[in-house]
């Protein structure tokens, strides 16, 4: 049930989005506005809406008489051509940030590291949204601070650390990935495009080597809870 003073559109949003990430809907489940509408006490408007977002992150897919359906987890090959396309343009990103840097900027990124001190034990959506969100930001401002608007458009639009944490969460997964940010900024920060090119690609390997292990025949179960 949702609190009444959240606002309703996001509200419903968020409930549909954390029962999806906790596998409440499994892969290709057929949501159903209706019921939905039911068991969140709401009219079908803010579902819809609700509906429309998710689709546009990939999280859901709308089919032609059939409506909306839960998308699945990535396969094997989006995994790797989505870490493929990251090793392109983040090192980049990275190394043109490094080479921008001034004390603004290096506040920015140091405030960021400050929002989610340590990584969060729990293993379901609502315990993990911050670290998700922490993540995605740092990376989008890195990216804002590389200067490219269009790779900027394009690296947002994979919405890439919703689909990888969807994948799985674990605490020592969080924890080893905010000691990598950490040395990230300290090399963009440094001014060192090199270093922070590196950085970034160390980071990258890293996250990818945690995951690619959840792949058994080049597909993944999903996962209740995330974890």
Known sequence: MLPRRQNLAEGVYEALKEMIMDGVFSQGARINIDEAARALEVS???VREALVRLESEGLVIKEPFRGYSTAPLLSKAEFEDLFEFRFVVEPWAAARAAAAIDDDKAALLTKELAS???APEGTSYQD???MAAHDHRLHDLIQQL???VRMRAAFTRTHCHLHIIRLNYGAGMGSAALREHRALVD???GGDADAAAAAMRSH???SRSRLAPLYDGGSVA???GGG
Do not use: W
């Open 44 to 46: 079908q408007s803010p």
């Open 116 to 118: 989610i001190p340590s």
């Open 128 to 130: 993990y949204q911050r």
């Open 146 to 148: 590389g200067g490219n």
């Open 187 to 189: 090399a963009i920060a």
């Open 204 to 206: 990258l390997e890293a």
């Open 222 to 224: 999903p996962t209740p």
